[in-house]
C-alpha cells in the first residue's frame, strides 16, 4: 500500500508536469485554456481563420452555441460545453452581448478616474443590478480578476492565477509548488513578468491610457498594502472561528481583531456581508459578536456537558433504567449511526420484569446488560415461534383473500395488516440490543474523556490552535443566531443583537443557549 501511495503521487506530478507543458504551448498561441471566460467575452471557434460558432455564457452551467448567422444551440447541465472537431482552435473574443462590454469599460473608467475601491465598485455594480453572469452578486476579487486581466487590451494570458498543488510555472520554469504546513496555497496571485500570452489577438476593449492608469493605482495599493506591518494570523486568538456559523444564511462566520477600527473589540461577523456587503444575496447585516460572548457559552457548554455525560455513563453500568432511557433513546435517534436500533432496552427489561426481581439480580452483580441477555435469550425462543405462528396465520389469510370480494376483503385486509404489524413488533424484539448498548456505553465513554481533555487544555493557557484541534473533537459547529432592529431615529442601517446560540456536538443533541448565559428551555 505503501509503495502504490508513492507511485501514485509520482503520477500525479509527472502528470501535472505534461499538463502545464502543454498548456504553456497553448497559451503562446493565445488558445482558449478552459473554464469560464473573462466578463465580456465569449469563447469562438474558429477553423482556417473563420469564425464557426461561439459559446455564449449566461450562468455557471447556462451557455449558447451561436452561430454567424444567429442560430443558436441551447447547452445546459455541468460539463456539456459545446466540443470542437480536431482542426478547430478555441479563443477569446469580445461577447455579442453588447452591454457586457459597455459594463467593462465603466469598470475601468471609474477605477481610473475615481477614488474607489474594487469592494466599492462591486457594490456600486449590485446596487445598478448589473448581472455577474457567474453567481449572484459582485464582489471585489471579481473586479479585481477583471481590473488586472490583459485580455481587455487585447492579449489573452494565462498564468494569472495558481492553484496547482503539485507544479507551477514561475520565472520561466516548472518547479515544485511551495507548500506552507504540507498544504500549497490556492489562488496564488502571478506578477505581470509570468503571464504567458501571444500578444495582440484583437482590437483592445480599453485604451492604453486607461488601461496603463488602472494598473498604476493597483500597483500603488499593493506597495501601500505591503508596507503596512504584517499582523498575526487573525484565528491564532479568535480560535472558535472554524465553529462558528451565521444562522441566517449558513456561511461561515469571519473573525477579527478590531484593531484597525476605533472601540472595536475581537469579535466574529457574517461571511457572506464581509464578502458582498450589505447588498447580499441572503439579506444578512454584519450580525457581529463578540469573542468574549462565544468563548464564555462555550465554557458553560463543557462545564454542563461534563457531570451529565458522567451520569448517563454511571446509567449503563448500574441498570439505572430512568437515568438510562435518555441513552437509548440517542440510540433510537441516531439511527444511521446504529443502524437503524427501534427497541428500547429499557422497555424490554420492564415488561419481562418487576422492579423488585431487577433489583434483587443487580444486588447479585450482575451487569444491566447482563440482564438483558439473561432475558432476551429466555424469551427469544417463543418469540421465534409466536413469529412462526402469526406468518402461518397470516399466509393462511392471504392465500383465501382472492376468493373474498366487496366488504370482506376490506375486513380481511384490515385484519392481515394488524397480523402483519403485529409480526412486525415481535421481529423488532428479536434484535439484540447488547452490541449497540455496548458501543453507546463506548462512545459515551470517549466524550467524557475528550471533554475532560478540552477542559484541561483550555484551562491551562493552550495556543488558539491547540484550542481550536481539542474542541473540534467536542463540537462540529457553533450556529449564532441574530435578530435585527432598525428605529426611526437610527441614521444608520439598524443593529444586529445576538439571539440565541445553538452547539452542535459531534455526537448527541444540540443545545441552545439564550442571551449568552443559559441554555434555553428546549
Given amino acids: 500500500g505503501t509503495i502504490g501511495a508513492l507511485t501514485s503521487a509520482r503520477e500525479q506530478r509527472e502528470k501535472a508536469r505534461r499538463s502545464i507543458g502543454g498548456k504553456i504551448e497553448r497559451a503562446k498561441r493565445g488558445e482558449y485554456q478552459g473554464g469560464y ?7 469562438v471557434c474558429f477553423n482556417d481563420d473563420k469564425e464557426k460558432w461561439r459559446t455564449v455564457y449566461y450562468g455557471h452551467f447556462d451557455r449558447a452555441k451561436v452561430y454567424p448567422d444567429g442560430t443558436r444551440e441551447q447547452f445546459e447541465g455541468k460539463d456539456n460545453a459545446p466540443r470542437k472537431d480536431a482542426n478547430d482552435v478555441l479563443l477569446y473574443r469580445p461577447t455579442i452581448e453588447r452591454d457586457r462590454i459597455k459594463v467593462a469599460k465603466q469598470v475601468f473608467a471609474w477605477y481610473a478616474s475615481e477614488s474607489i475601491s474594487p469592494r466599492q465598485l462591486a457594490t456600486r455594480l449590485n446596487e445598478l443590478k448589473v448581472d455577474p453572469v457567474f453567481g449572484e452578486l459582485w464582489d471585489k476579487v471579481k473586479i479585481l480578476s477583471m481590473l488586472r486581466n490583459p485580455v481587455y487590451i487585447g492579449q489573452p494570458a494565462w498564468n494569472k492565477r495558481a492553484g496547482s498543488r503539485f507544479v507551477e510555472y514561475v520565472n520561466g520554469q516548472i518547479r515544485d509548488v511551495a507548500k506552507v504546513n504540507g498544504k500549497a496555497k490556492l489562488g496564488r496571485w502571478r506578477d505581470r513578468d509570468n503571464y504567458v500570452g501571444s500578444g495582440e489577438q484583437f482590437k483592445p476593449i480599453i485604451d492604453a491610457e486607461t488601461w496603463n492608469k488602472v494598473q498604476r493605482k493597483i500597483a500603488d495599493a499593493s506597495d501601500e498594502q505591503r508596507a503596512v506591518k504584517k499582523r498575526p494570523a487573525q484565528t491564532a486568538d479568535l480560535w472558535l472561528k472554524p465553529f462558528l456559523v451565521c444562522g441566517q444564511c449558513g456561511k461561515p462566520m469571519r473573525a477579527t481583531r ?118 432476551y435469550e429466555r424469551m427469544r425462543p417463543g418469540m421465534e415461534r409466536q413469529i412462526a405462528a402469526k406468518e402461518r396465520e397470516l399466509d393462511k389469510q392471504l392465500d383465501s383473500f382472492a376468493d373474498l370480494s366487496g366488504r370482506l376483503r376490506d375486513r380481511a385486509k384490515a385484519k392481515m395488516e394488524d397480523l402483519q404489524g403485529t409480526i412486525d413488533r415481535l421481529q423488532a424484539q428479536l434484535d439484540d440490543l447488547r452490541v449497540p448498548w455496548t458501543d453507546l456505553a463506548k462512545e459515551m465513554t470517549a466524550r467524557r474523556r475528550a471533554l475532560k481533555q478540552a477542559e484541561q487544555t483550555l484551562s491551562n493557557g493552550a495556543t488558539g490552535r491547540q484550542k481550536t484541534e481539542v474542541l473540534s473533537g467536542i463540537v462540529d459547529r457553533i450556529v449564532c443566531h441574530f435578530r435585527h432592529t432598525k428605529t426611526k431615529q437610527q441614521a444608520n442601517n439598524g443593529k444586529s443583537y445576538l439571539d440565541r446560540v445553538e452547539i452542535e456536538p459531534v455526537s448527541g443533541a444540540s443545545v441552545c443557549f439564550t442571551d449568552g448565559k443559559a441554555p434555553a428551555p428546549d
Avoid at 471566460?37 to 469563447?43: K, L
Avoid at 448500574?318 to 437503524?340: F, I, K, M, N, Q
Fill in 258 to 375: 478590531g484593531g484597525s477600527t476605533e472601540r472595536l473589540w475581537p469579535s466574529y461577523f457574517c461571511g457572506t456581508y464581509g464578502t458582498y456587503g450589505p447588498t447580499n444575496p441572503t439579506g444578512c447585516h454584519c450580525h457581529r459578536v463578540q469573542h468574549a460572548v462565544i468563548e464564555k457559552i462555550v465554557f458553560d457548554y463543557l462545564a454542563q456537558t461534563a457531570p451529565k455525560l458522567a451520569k448517563l455513563i454511571a446509567a449503563t453500568k448500574a441498570g439505572d433504567l430512568d437515568a438510562a432511557r435518555p441513552l437509548l433513546e440517542a440510540v433510537t435517534d441516531a439511527s444511521s449511526a446504529y443502524y437503524g436500533v427501534e427497541v428500547d432496552m429499557t422497555a424490554f427489561v420492564d415488561e419481562q420484569l418487576s422492579d423488585r426481581d431487577l433489583k434483587r439480580l443487580l444486588k447479585q452483580g450482575n451487569s444491566f446488560p447482563t440482564i438483558y441477555g439473561l432475558l
Fill in 37 to 43: 471566460p473573462p466578463f465580456g467575452f465569449d469563447v
